[in-house]
């Protein structure tokens, strides 16, 4: 019998010495004195007891999930190139499954896609999941990762904000969900209101509508400073520039009108 291939290059004398013995003391030949020098590099452990454990591999932390771990639709670049009808699916999938890591989060993926998008059919489809929501929620009530927050109820609100639907009833549908946060509503959700009174999107619109639509963002902007000057720095609701500027736009609409510039200098 041959050992030829214990003289190979990747094979050291020190490394292969004790793998020959193993070998020849099945043959009954006599085996060679051998000794290690205690400063050699080569662990004997190593040497001597070779691994019998199958080796496996560590699971990638992609897939790791735990209840101190955010889900994986936490990340802003989460699905970023999928379509909204995709994040739907994925969402419908995901509540069917009753998955217990589902959080107001994973309603936002797909609010926030509806609310950016000017189709025709957004802001029902919104509300729509807006209605899930509160399903769910109702029947976890003790779960309080899984109730609407009012970052949910805004992106309701923009979603008629940016809509091409008819621009009579945007403003109407708007503040409903406005009136439906109460007093948790932020300077988010009445900027979100002002932007749906005060678009041009949705096509063309009668005098009446524009006028009604600029007095209603004018009352809202003086009920924020009003709130501001009663509560100061403590109030949820601090008017800002995209405040002032929605309003501003709103009387911009009304074309006709030879009171707006009177309206927009005080």
């Not at 000017?118 to 929620?137: F, L, T, Y």
């Not at 109820?153 to 621009?167: L, M």
Request: with cysteine; charged share 25%.
């Amino acid at each position: 019998m041959s050992f030829t291939f214990l003289r190979t290059k990747t094979i050291s004398k020190m490394a292969a010495r004790p793998f020959a013995r193993r070998i020849l003391s099945s043959t009954g030949r006599p085996l060679p004195r051998q000794s290690y020098s205690t400063t050699s590099s080569i662990p004997q452990t190593h040497i001597s007891k070779p691994c019998t454990q199958p080796r496996t591999m560590p699971t990638p932390k992609r897939f790791i999930f735990s209840s101190s771990s955010a889900p994986e639709w936490h990340s802003p670049s989460f699905m970023e190139d999928a379509s909204t009808e995709e994040k739907e699916t994925w969402l419908t999938s995901l509540i069917q499954n009753d998955d217990e890591r589902l959080d107001s989060q994973a309603y936002l993926v797909v609010l926030k896609d509806l609310a950016r998008s000017n189709q025709k059919g957004s802001p029902q489809r919104a509300e729509e999941w807006m209605r899930r929501i509160d399903a769910v929620a109702a029947r976890h009530p003790q779960e309080q990762r899984q109730q609407p927050t009012v970052e949910c109820y805004n992106q309701v609100i923009r979603s008629w904000a940016n809509t091409g639907e008819d621009a009579s009833i945007s403003a109407i549908r708007a503040e409903r969900w406005l009136s439906k946060i109460g007093n948790d509503a932020n300077t988010e959700s009445y900027n979100a209101f002002l932007d749906s009174c005060s678009t041009g999107r949705g096509g063309r619109r009668s005098y009446a509508t524009a006028r009604k639509r600029a007095l209603k963002a004018q009352e809202t902007l003086d009920y924020m400073i009003q709130q501001y000057e009663q509560l100061g720095a403590d109030s949820p609701v601090i008017p800002n520039t995209e405040s002032f500027n929605h309003v501003i736009r709103a009387f911009t609409r009304i074309r006709d009108d030879t009171t707006v510039a009177h309206q927009v200098m005080i």
